[in-house]
């Protein structure tokens, strides 16, 4: 019956059309520096996206939860018309155009780009040419903004993850190197790629990211970096901090020059014979020896679209052992799913979470744990694999 087959298609494009009018709210909310408005956007976006089947009428929402006026309206707009007005003209806005492109420039956040959009300054051109001055995350941020807009794939994460195990392994033996973020929940691209790095001994990680960073930088994967120290300090009595979306791990925010496999581009280039090129192709473009092509080869017009290699944004944290599992839950997200597990933890156990430690209130005591199944267990949770976290 392809008469019923294509309403049921209906259905779903506007039941999606809900949850990505509730999300362009939310990003709108987040972008706008009102994180307030933002979780409550998220969590409406989420919870329709949890129905179990399309929504046709306004009376199958009765009574659900995170479903404020304001959601409710957007969702009754996209059920009645097959859009919100409101996000439809939002959308459209130059502040909302303005607000995404100059967010979308690492090391810019809410604020400065609300104070750069008063001064008149929409494009990225505008910010070139108006002579403020940038810092040294916003000059690679605007250098790599296309490649930095680019979603990662799993399959370039797997490439940096290499790198990072090949240093962190040569700095450090025994160390280990864990995948977090979005990659760690199965997701198949991301904005940045997360690494945890432990090693089984306490106190053994002490210094080792200065040495990751420099071993990185002496052989040219670092277009830019800033390591801020460990600043957690733990006490008896009480939680060393409250819980909350900061962390205290010393960490490495980093931009990487991944070398992309175009052996084509080698043979184009004659620096190559194509069979070694092929070879090349094998080796997940890890780049580590000092004449491998990508990283040096100038592209003749040195255009950006045809560099052999792309920018990535890195996160690497350290973590003592005594804290990694902690670490790990914290570093695996969502940012939504650590929200409502810190929150269960704070409201149902009166315990603080967060990435470093779980401190029971009651007992006045922090509860140890060496994996993340430990962790639901103090917490009187069923283990949630990673996979399903993405909510
Ligand atoms: P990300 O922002 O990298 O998100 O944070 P993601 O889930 O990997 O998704 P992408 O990268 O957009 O694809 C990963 C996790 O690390 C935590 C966040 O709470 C999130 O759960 N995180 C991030 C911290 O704990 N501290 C930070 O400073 C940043
Ligand atoms: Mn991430």
């Known amino acids: 019956m ?14 999606s059309a809900s949850q990505d009018a509730l999300s362009l709210l939310a990003e709108n909310a987040e972008l706008s520096d009102q994180d307030g408005r933002g979780v409550a956007f998220r969590r409406a976006a989420a919870v329709m996206k949890s129905l179990p ?21 957007v969702i009754r707009d996209v059920l009645e018309n097959g859009a919100s007005r409101e996000v439809e003209s939002m959308k459209q806005s130059k502040q909302y155009k303005a607000l995404k492109v100059l967010t979308g420039v690492f090391g810019v956040g809410a604020k400065t780009a609300a104070r750069w959009i008063r001064e008149g300054i929409h494009t990225l051109h505008q910010l070139r040419n108006s002579g403020h001055t940038l810092n040294r995350a916003q000059q690679a941020g605007l250098e790599h903004y296309d490649d930095l807009n680019q979603q990662v794939s799993k399959a370039e994460a797997e490439a940096i993850q290499q790198i990072v195990e090949e240093v962190v392994a040569s700095v450090l033996p025994g160390a280990k190197v864990t995948l977090t973020g979005g990659f760690r929940r199965g997701k198949l ?42 600043s957690y300090l733990v006490s008896d009595d009480s939680p060393a901090l409250p819980p909350s979306n900061m962390d205290r791990f010393e960490r490495c925010l980093s931009i990487f020059k991944l070398a992309q496999d175009q052996p ?12 070694t090129a092929e070879h090349r192709r094998g080796d997940s473009g890890l ?11 100038q592209t003749p017009g040195g255009q ?64 140890q744990a060496s994996s993340e199944e430990e962790i639901f267990a103090h917490l009187d949770l069923e283990f949630i694999p990673p996979s399903e976290r993405n909510a």
């Open 2 to 15: 392809g008469g019923k087959k294509e309403s049921v298609q209906q259905l779903d494009d506007t039941y």
């Open 53 to 73: 089947e399309p929504v046709t009428s306004m009376t199958q929402l009765r009574g659900l939860p995170c479903l404020g006026e304001h959601s409710l309206r």
């Open 189 to 230: 691209m991301g904005h940045d790629v997360d690494f945890l790095i432990t090693h089984p001994e306490e106190g053994k990680e002490v210094g080792l990211m200065s040495k990751v960073v420099s071993w990185l930088e002496s052989q040219g994967f670092l277009l830019y970096q800033k390591t801020t120290r460990n």
């Open 264 to 275: 084509h581009r080698a043979k184009q280039l004659g620096a190559l014979p194509l069979d």
């Open 287 to 297: 780049q580590t020896d000092q004449d491998s092509c990508s990283q040096r080869i």
């Open 304 to 367: 950006e679209d045809t560099k052999p290699w792309r920018a990535v944004r890195v996160d690497l944290v350290v973590s003592p052992i005594s804290q990694f599992a902690f670490a790990v839950l914290g570093w695996t997200g969502s940012k939504l799913f650590e929200r409502e597990l810190r929150r269960w933890a704070g409201q149902e156990k009166a315990m603080s979470l967060s990435s470093h430690a779980l401190y029971d209130n009651k007992k006045r005591k922090y509860l």
